[in-house]
């Protein structure tokens, strides 16, 4: 009875971490590839339809792989703290290319 016990917290404790991990690629995800494209198109300095083209594929490759590594950590905690990490040095990007 003990050992069932065991092997539900054990379950339950991995889909927690997954759902975590899944919350962290979604939601910091989205801020890091929104923030990074947007400078790099604003560093490059493309105007008008080129702009938001390049943003678009931007933010598409950057989501994607952002999501992936998400996954490579072996632990929630460092999962997270290197993608807030990321994302704090993607808004910096951000705010220096439009001169905040």
Do not use: P
Not at 7 to 31: F, M
Not at 39 to 53: K, L, M, Q, Y
């Amino acid at each position: 009875m003990k050992s069932q016990t065991v092997n539900r917290v054990a379950i339950n404790r991995e889909r927690l971490d997954v759902a975590l991990r899944t919350l962290i690629a979604v939601a910091l995800g989205y801020a890091f590839s929104a923030w990074l494209s947007s400078a790099i198109a604003n560093f490059i300095g493309a105007d008008g339809r080129e702009h938001e083209v390049l943003v678009r594929m931007l933010f598409f490759c950057v989501y994607c792989t952002f999501i992936l590594f998400t996954f490579i950590f072996d632990t929630t905690k460092k999962a997270s703290i290197i993608m807030t990490a990321l994302s704090a040095l993607a808004l910096c990007l951000y705010s220096i290319s439009t001169g905040l």
